[in-house]
C-alpha cells in the first residue's frame, strides 16, 4: 500500500507518485548510491512501474518517498508485514548521495516506526544493514533501534564477502523511549 504523508522536522514522508519512478532508476547508475543495497543492475522505467503496481495493491508492505523541502531525496518502507506475529521489515534508500549525513534517515526510520506501532498496531520492526554501513546502523539506533544480532558472510560483492548487522526494536521499547503511551 501507498502510505500516508507524515510530517517531521526535517523530511516528509508521502505516498510514492509514478512521476518519481525515473528517479530510482537514476540513482541505480550511481554506484556510491547503491553500495549497500541488493541492485544487480540498474532499474528501468518498466522495472519500477512494475514495482509501483505491486506495492500499490500490497497488504503486506507500506511505502513512502522521502522528501527533503519538497524534493525527492529517497524511499522507505515496511515490508514483509506479517499481520498475525504484528512483525515488519523496515529498508530504507536515501538515493541523492549529496543529502547522506544530514539526519534524513533517522528521522524517516522514526516516522516510519511511529507509523508502524500507533497506526498498524505492529509490536516489533527489524532492519538490517551491511555491517560496513556504519551510516545506516547509526541512524537506526537514534531512531531506538538495538543490535539484535549478525549475519556472518551474508552478501557478496567486490570480490568479498559482507557481514549484515540485525537491529529490532519493540513496541514497548519505542514507547519507553518516546513517552507514548498504549492504545
Not at 42 to 60: C, Q
Not at 63 to 91: K, P, V, Y
Not at 105 to 112: C, I, K, V, W, Y
Not at 148 to 170: F, M, N, Q, V
Request: proline content about 3%.
Amino acid at each position: 500500500m501507498l502510505g500516508p504523508l507524515i510530517e517531521g522536522n526535517l523530511i516528509v514522508l508521502s505516498p510514492p507518485e509514478r512521476e518519481h519512478l525515473i528517479n530510482y532508476c537514476r540513482w541505480s547508475r550511481d554506484l556510491r548510491s547503491i553500495r549497500y543495497l541488493n541492485i544487480q543492475h540498474p532499474l528501468t522505467l518498466e522495472m519500477e512501474e512494475r514495482w509501483f503496481e505491486r506495492i500499490a495493491s500490497s497488504p503486506n508492505e507500506v511505502a513512502w518517498e522521502i522528501h527533503r523541502e519538497g524534493r525527492h531525496i529517497g524511499s522507505i518502507g515496511l515490508h514483509d508485514i506479517e499481520w498475525r506475529h504484528r512483525r515488519a521489515i523496515g529498508g530504507i534508500w536515501i538515493g541523492e548521495i549529496n543529502e547522506f549525513g544530514k539526519g534524513f534517515g533517522s528521522e524517516a526510520m522514526a516516522l516510519r516506526t511511529r507509523y508502524a506501532f500507533m497506526e498498524l498496531g505492529l509490536n516489533k520492526v527489524t532492519t538490517e544493514s551491511d555491517m560496513e554501513n556504519v551510516a545506516s546502523r547509526r541512524a537506526a539506533m537514534r531512531a531506538g533501534y538495538s543490535e539484535c544480532g549478525r549475519y556472518r558472510k551474508h552478501r557478496y560483492s567486490d570480490g568479498a564477502w559482507h557481514d549484515a548487522w540485525l537491529g529490532e526494536i519493540l513496541r514497548e521499547d519505542w514507547e519507553a523511549l518516546s513517552g507514548a503511551q498504549q492504545d
